[in-house]
């Protein structure tokens, strides 16, 4: 059984990285290709601790893009149930970056995370699949 | 032919009794990322309790002693017999014993033990409570519990003394004016209703603020109640100091390997996590509901009725911004979430017997044979799955469970009522 979880570990796209405000903490790609970094204000990520997030969208260039009506959910696919919240989007910051609050994990184990939005009037979302400790 | 057939029965017997009760003396050898889980559930990682923003007297200590004199008063309640203490004993970790909670009548929910408790947001087996304080002033009004009223509480306040004194020391001085019925709350029968009706507002209002700071100075007293270390504690402060090789003593071949389990086939960190050994939140483990009773609905009607409750983190008699209540701004509404019940804590769990949310389960060994089993839920789906634990799994699983009963971290005389 373990040898299986490391292995599905290497097929997990998003990387969690040590605290560091210059390195988003959770990465991950849009179906159409924009980038996806979020920046935790709880860094390393861990358990039972509400917080916020910055979110920040960005294209090939770097450059950050509006997105509308983006909502971010998820949950624990081996336990099939949600994030124990409901995080919402509160407000976009002078940098461009999106404001997310209201996010707490609840267990340790592997999360996966819907991003959808829209930008330039299309569909678009991304999956993030991480590892929480 | 005989013999060797009775030879393989004898051997298939002696092989399952081996599989099951023989313990594989080896010693455990813990990795990197189980000894920083460990340490996660250490006493040492628990956080200083940081103030609670709804509740302005929560760490003020004239709060608290007058608190203290309310949990333990039995005149608080329409018999004169029941107080939060009769529940909530402090030599059972704050629990009653009993499957089902009995105050002035019987009740539909097992009592949940206080310990830890000012750590969490939610409060109630299915949350309908987002603060210590809030929650303090349900029983008082509930039929089945101190049966008594807001109104009642507010006269008994204003008339003795004692009690005048010390709430005007902790939340300044009451009104003088106040023309009171005996009895009266919009939660009661139809006569205190009828009596709460044919108050003005203004004086609806006075008489809920002070009721609320009632139950803000009980939750100041609550707050005091936290677990102290346990012997499991001081294994993993010994973990901390001490390599692999060299670990020893403190907790037992069988205790040690029930941690194993705990942290790992067993899956029980996966909700009683963190230093406290809960992670405050909701989950359908598929528990029967106790017999007589429907199922319970859980979380999925708990969000809602703290969302409704006058007394939540938003509402007028809150001491907190809007910005600071984010639990409650942000809490989750879902169908998952039918017959979810909140994970308690198993600091002290062999003090707080029975188990569950209706107090289903006796013993340590059931609850270990639930989780064991998995079975179906009634309502939504269990979201445990079946382990598949061997008999002696079983017993090391509950050996480790023992070793976190300690004394409370708190002075003797908060144990025990007022002189």
Known sequence: MKPLFYIALLFIPSIIHAA???????TGTTVKGLSIEIFSQLSPLRINQIH????????????????????ISGGMPEHDHGLPTQPQITSRLDNGDYLLEGV??????????HINLQHNGSDDQAVIDFNLQ | MKKSLSFIAIFILLAIVVWNFLSIPTAIRWSDEELSLIASLSLDALPPLTPDPSNHVSDNTTAAKFGHRLYFDTRLSSNKQ???ASCHQPELMFTDGLPLAVGVESGPMHTPSLVGLAYSPWYYWDGRKDSLWAQALAPLEAKHEHATDRVQLVNLITNDAVYRAMYEKAFGPLPDDLRLPPSATPNGDMEQQANWNRLDSQTQTTVSRIFSNLGKAIAAYERKLIPGPAKFDRHVAQL??????EQDSIMSNAEIAGLKLFIGKAQCATCHNGPLLTNHEFHNTGVLAPSGQLPSMGRYNGIR???????NCLGKFSDAEAKDCVELRFARDSNDLVGAQKTPTLRNVSL?????HGG????????IEHYDKAPTSMLNHNEAKALGLRAIEKSQLKDFLLTLTAPLAVEEKWLRAPE
């Open chain 1, 20 to 26: 560091d405000s210059d390195l988003p903490d959770l």
């Open chain 2, 82 to 84: 029941i107080s939060c």
């Open chain 1, 104 to 113: 707490r994990f609840h267990m340790q184990g592997l999360w996966q995370l």
């Open chain 2, 240 to 245: 901390a100091q001490k390599t692999n090789a």
């Open chain 1, 52 to 71: 916020s997030w910055h979110i920040r969208i960005l294209d090939n260039n770097n450059q950050p893009q509006l997105a509308t009506n983006l909502e």
């Open chain 2, 352 to 356: 707080t017997a029975p188990y569950m």
């Open chain 2, 360 to 367: 289903q389960l006796s013993t340590l060994e059931q609850v």
């Open chain 2, 305 to 311: 009725l703290a969302r409704e409750d006058p007394f």
